[in-house]
């Protein structure tokens, strides 16, 4: 069980780390308007580009590059929330964090969980989040269309 928790761990994590990260390539020079609704990675030739409420049909590539970075972003968060969710049912009453005054289902931890630690918590995210917003923000006419996210 050990094992399957740290490979659990292990390929969630491996989403925000660049170990294996291959050489950079020089972005080929394409045209600037070759940015469409269907070459998108993820739209797949049976169905094309999945957007039941059609948010893509009214954005412009840089809109659309914008939707695409914050759904990355999110899909990162939820995959952590889904470890955590686990993570929580596993260490109960056995964590440093809190005195191990945490108890029963996962679904109640929140509500047990004190209010200064939601303050540190909402802070440190605010910074993280400021900070990626002034420094880690690229331009989304300037990412190369073959290099996404």
Same mark, same amino acid.
């Given at each position: 069980?050990?094992?399957?928790?740290?490979?659990?761990?292990?390929?969630?994590?491996?989403?925000?780390?660049?170990?294996?990260?291959?050489?950079?390539?020089?972005?080929?020079?394409?045209?600037?308007?070759?940015?469409?609704?269907?070459?998108?990675?993820?739209?797949?030739?049976?169905?094309? /580009?999945?957007?039941?409420?059609?948010? =893509?049909? %009214?954005?412009? !590539?840089?809109?659309?590059?914008?939707?695409?970075? @914050?759904?990355?972003?999110?899909?990162?968060?939820?995959?952590?929330?889904?470890?955590?969710?686990?993570?929580?049912?596993?260490?109960?009453?056995?964590?440093?964090?809190?005195?191990?005054?945490?108890?029963?289902?996962?679904?109640?931890?929140?509500?047990?969980?004190?209010?200064?630690?939601?303050?540190? /918590?909402?802070?440190?995210?605010?910074? =993280?989040? %400021?900070?990626? !917003?002034?420094?880690?923000?690229?331009?989304?006419? @300037?990412?190369?269309?073959?290099?996404?996210?």
């Amino acid at each position: 069980m050990k094992f399957a928790t740290f490979a659990l761990l292990a390929t969630s994590t491996s989403a925000f780390n660049n170990f294996f990260q291959k050489a950079a390539a020089p972005a080929p020079v394409v045209p600037t308007n070759t940015f469409t609704i269907d070459s998108l990675p993820g739209a797949i030739a049976p169905t094309g /580009l999945f957007d039941p409420l059609g948010f =893509a049909a %009214k954005a412009d !590539a840089n809109t659309l590059k914008r939707y695409r970075e @914050a759904e990355v972003t999110h899909g990162r968060v939820a995959m952590l929330a889904a470890i955590g969710f686990l993570v929580g049912e596993k260490v109960e009453g056995s964590s440093f964090l809190f005195d191990a005054s945490i108890k029963g289902p996962a679904i109640s931890h929140l509500a047990q969980v004190p209010t200064p630690f939601w303050l540190i /918590l909402v802070a440190v995210i605010a910074t =993280a989040e %400021k900070q990626r !917003a002034q420094i880690g923000w690229v331009d989304p006419a @300037a990412v190369p269309v073959d290099q996404p996210g």
